[in-house]
């Protein structure tokens, strides 16, 4: 046979690539990250969790990805488009799937991006193999949005903090092996406040309530009172909080961006196939053209969102500081146009749309969330509009 040049083998694993998602032969990936992404969705199609008990199911979720090695993506070094690959990938699947490694990954990436060595050691390696479980405490129930207005505090008392107050809407509550905590430990807004590592059985730590919303998650509310940790509990340096949460945020606010492009991208699936089927006026549903208008706008929507996800990572990966616009852009118009994906999948689906059990219908239920946590569509578009402004030299 004759040998391809490697032009035209570049060319020929282009098209191969087109083939299979096309999005991935675009030029924000290398082999590597197509590789993970074709391996993990084929691994995917092997895999089924039943969520008729959320704890269960994120459980074996951690589990299963954590022994399958697809949990070594939130050791640093970090790759973002590794990270929004892996989420994309798992919230097409499987909106818990998806849940469970994220989760991973924001409750253990503060650590491994500002925690010391030991603090390194002591939990990133395990959250990475699936053996623990971990979490982000930031959220009260008067400060989600404004967060220098945090009001837990973290008194100290020669080498240890006392932490005081209430977290709630925190992901993984009740499961979880250990919280990244934010507290005020010093004066008032953002630079009195530190992060810290507390263990979920540490004294003084309960459970307050568990919370159940439109798409189960394993969700609660956290109550410190006198709960007390060891000053080598601390990540990074005292009154570093607000920037550790604000870093991470804009590095996974790119991931959930991803998330919702994985559900929209389902959306759109199911739609293809129904309306290439499903019979009416003497013809298919995709052969009116008020359908196809609907279709366009689906698929418009999905490659826009596609672009500012990737578009986001590409640039964190490629060594800019902060991300912060590009990631609100990603988070707020990803959410936001999976959400009309989703609806209009719903409507084109019918009775069945609002029928439980089918897919658009969970879609449905699970998209809502993502315009609202870590940060709100309408934080994003302040978020981006205050790193606009004060770009502008007039
Ligand atoms: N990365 C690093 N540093 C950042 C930062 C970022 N993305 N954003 C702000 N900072 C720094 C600022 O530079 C400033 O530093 P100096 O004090 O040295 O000047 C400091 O942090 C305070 O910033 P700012 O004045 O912008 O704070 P605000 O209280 O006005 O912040 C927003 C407001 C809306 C940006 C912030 O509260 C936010 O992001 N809220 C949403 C949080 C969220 O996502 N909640 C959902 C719950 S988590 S699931």
């Known amino acids: 046979m004759k040998r391809l040049s490697p032009a035209q083998n570049l060319i020929l694993r282009e098209i191969n690539a087109l083939n299979e998602r096309d999005f991935l032969g675009w030029p924000f990936f290398n082999d590597a990250h197509r590789q993970f992404a074709r391996e993990l969705d084929a691994w995917l199609t092997t895999q089924h969790v039943d969520h008729d008990n959320v704890d269960a199911a994120c459980r074996t979720w951690v589990v299963r990805l954590g022994e399958a090695g697809w949990l070594q993506a939130i050791q640093p070094p970090l ?39 030991t603090l390194h050691r002591r939990y990133v390696p395990n959250v990475a193999s699936g053996t623990t479980i971990a979490a982000f405490a930031l959220s009260e129930k008067a400060a989600g949005s404004d967060v220098a207005a945090i009001r837990t505090s973290a008194r100290r008392e020669g080498s240890r903090y006392v932490i005081d107050g209430e977290k709630t809407w925190i992901s993984n509550g009740g499961i979880a092996d250990f919280y990244i905590v934010f507290a005020r430990s010093g004066g008032e807004g953002a630079r009195g406040l530190s992060a810290f590592v507390v263990d979920a059985d540490s004294p003084g730590l309960t459970i307050a309530e568990r919370i159940d919303v439109l798409a189960p998650h394993p969700l609660a509310t956290l109550r410190f009172d006198g709960c007390t940790v060891s000053e080598d509990q601390r990540v990074g340096r005292e009154g570093d909080g607000f920037k550790i949460a604000m870093a991470t945020l804009d590095f996974f606010r790119s991931t959930v961006a991803a998330a919702a492009l994985g559900f929209a991208r389902r959306a759109l699936e199911e739609t293809i196939a129904h309306v290439k089927t499903r019979r009416l006026f003497g013809t298919t549903l995709g052969d009116l053209q008020m359908t196809q208008a609907r279709v366009a706008e689906m698929a418009t929507d999905i490659d826009a969102s596609a672009l500012l996800v990737y578009r986001a990572a590409f640039e964190k990966d490629r060594g800019k500081e902060r991300v912060t616009s590009e990631s609100s852009m990603a988070k707020w118009f990803s959410t936001e146009a999976a959400q009309r994906v989703i609806d209009s999948a719903v409507q084109l689906f019918g009775g069945r749309g609002v029928t439980r059990g089918e897919i658009v219908e969970r879609l449905y239920r699970e998209i809502r969330a993502l315009r609202i946590y870590e940060g709100a569509s309408e934080i994003q578009q302040l978020v981006i509009a205050r790193q606009i402004l004060a770009a502008s030299s007039t």
């Open 79 to 117: 790759d973002l488009r590794k990270l929004c690959l892996a989420r994309e990938t798992l919230a097409r699947y499987d909106g818990l799937a998806d849940f469970a490694f994220a989760m991973q990954g924001l409750g253990s990436v503060p650590i491994a991006l500002f925690g010391g060595e």
